[in-house]
Structures are given as C-alpha cells and as structure tokens.
C-alpha cells in the first residue's frame, strides 16, 4: 500500500484523510492517507522519508509550509511566488514542491461566478493564506486587485514582493479607505483568521452593505461566518472555505497519481465529516 499524509503540526483538526482516502477507494488506488503531526525539529527525517520507495506524496500545512523549502530539490513556480509548499510530489528519489492553494481558490471563485472572472477585488488580510489569493487572482488576469490589512506597511510589503511586469498588479490600500473601495468591487475575500466565532467580522458590518448588488463575497473560513450571512442577507453570491480545500486537495490528488480526482466523491467525504464535527 502506498503511503501519503499530512504533515503539520497541529493535524487532528484536518479533513484532508477523509476526502483522500474516499478518492483512493473510489479509483481502486492501493494507498492511505494519514495524519503526521510533525514537530519542527521532526520536519527533516519527516522529509527524508518521503523519497523512500512506497510513497505516494504528501501535503504540507502550518507552520511547516515555509520551512520545507530548503528540504526539496525543485519548487515550482507557484509556490515560489506564493512562498510556500503545501503539496510534496515525490519522483525518482527527488522531491517537488508546489502549492495547490491558488488553484483551489481560483477553481471555488469560477464555481461561483460561473466561470466569469470578476474584474476586480479586494482582499482583506495580508498573511500566509492571502498570498495564495492574490497569486490565484493574478494568474486569473483580475486587472483591479485591491489588498487592505490593518497594518498598511505589511500590505504594502506583500503587494510589492508580489507585482511584476508580466502580472496584473496589487494595490495596497490604507484600512481607512475599505468604505470606499467597497461599492466599486466585484469579488471580496476575507483572508484573515477572523470569522470562527459566531460574531466576529473582519471589518464593521456596514462595509458588506456598501458592496455593489453584483458582487461575490468569499471567506477562507469553513464555515457560514457572520460576513457570509449579511452577504447571503442581500443576496449576495457567497461561499466559504470549504470548496477551496476539496480543489487544493483534488490538485494534489492529480499531481501524486496522474489521475483525474473525483470530485463528487471528495466533496461528499468532506461535507459528511464537517457535518459529524459541527
């Protein structure tokens, strides 16, 4: 049986086991996916072991996503731009490390809008996971990217590592200026960590209803937040987190086997298990 896993630290919050082992079944794939809770000074013998033969690959979540870099021998362009790993594909005793986020957000943002590309948006947030936005929405050619965090210089530090003469480029916005920038947007994404709690809104509520009657709003959590209600409250097209883990997940089904993922069946496995948890 062929191994995969996870590798972070903590894990055992993941759905990822759930919606990989259900697509391994569903292909007839002789191979497991576990949880590897992985200290940081586990993460190099963690490593190590994955070019041993009988590996099928790994994903990579926090805070190791950074760390794994100097472990692999090639990262593709994606994930250096995003500046993190989250998918280890391992080939011939070598190791590859890419970054499946931004082609998970980018495949949940066209399920929404059915396939249009929004002409622009505006992320709030400006840590790990709002890299892999931006990355995500340059490659889809967003030409009005917006990005506000409430601290301007490390937005405007991210905006900069990531523009290029052959991208769409980032604005970095003052916070002050989120009133503003609201009713002329198309797509809004709440990157920050702020919506587990019932209550908790990444900006003040009157924001959501500045947003123009065409907008989709998207929030990296997994689960129905209180931005997501007032969005869904003027009918606004809304989605959460969980999309964006099944198609990441999906990517790095397809670049560990060659295979198409079954998404029908990934997506079942992970709504039954974050319902059993809720």
């Given at each position: ?165 052959d991208r769409p480029a980032i ?108």
């Amino acid at each position: 049986m062929l191994a995969s896993g996870l590798i972070g630290d903590p894990v055992d919050h993941s759905l990822s086991a759930f919606m990989h082992n259900a697509a391994f079944e569903a292909l007839g794939i002789d191979a497991r996916y576990d949880l590897w809770h992985t200290k940081a000074d586990e993460l190099p013998n963690r490593i190590a072991a994955l070019r041993m033969e009988g590996v099928l690959g790994a994903n990579v979540t926090v805070p190791h996503k950074q760390a794994v870099i100097s472990l692999v021998d090639e990262v593709s362009d994606t994930a250096e731009r995003i500046g993190a790993v989250n998918t280890l594909i391992p080939r011939g005793g070598r190791l590859m490390g890419d970054n499946t986020d931004a082609y998970g957000f980018g495949r949940s943002l066209l399920e929404l809008t059915d396939g249009a590309i929004p002409a622009s948006a505006l992320v709030v947030g400006a840590g790990g996971a709002s890299r892999a936005v931006l990355v995500s929405l340059q490659n889809a050619g967003v030409a009005g990217i917006r990005l506000v965090n409430r601290t301007y210089a490390t937005a405007q530090a991210l905006a900069a590592a990531l523009n290029g003469l052959d991208r769409p480029a980032i604005a970095a916005e003052p916070w002050s200026r989120l009133k503003n920038l609201a009713p002329a947007v198309q797509l809004i994404v709440n990157a920050t960590s702020v919506g587990w709690h019932d209550d908790d809104l990444p900006f003040e509520a009157g924001i959501v209803s500045l947003l123009p009657p065409e907008a989709v709003v998207m929030d990296l959590t997994y689960r129905q937040t209180a931005m997501l209600r007032l969005a869904s409250d003027r009918a606004l097209r809304t989605v959460d987190g969980l999309p964006m883990l099944i198609y990441q997940g999906a990517r790095a089904f397809e670049l560990w086997t060659g295979q198409d993922a079954p998404i029908d069946v990934m997506t079942n496995a992970v709504r039954k298990a974050y319902a059993r948890r809720s």
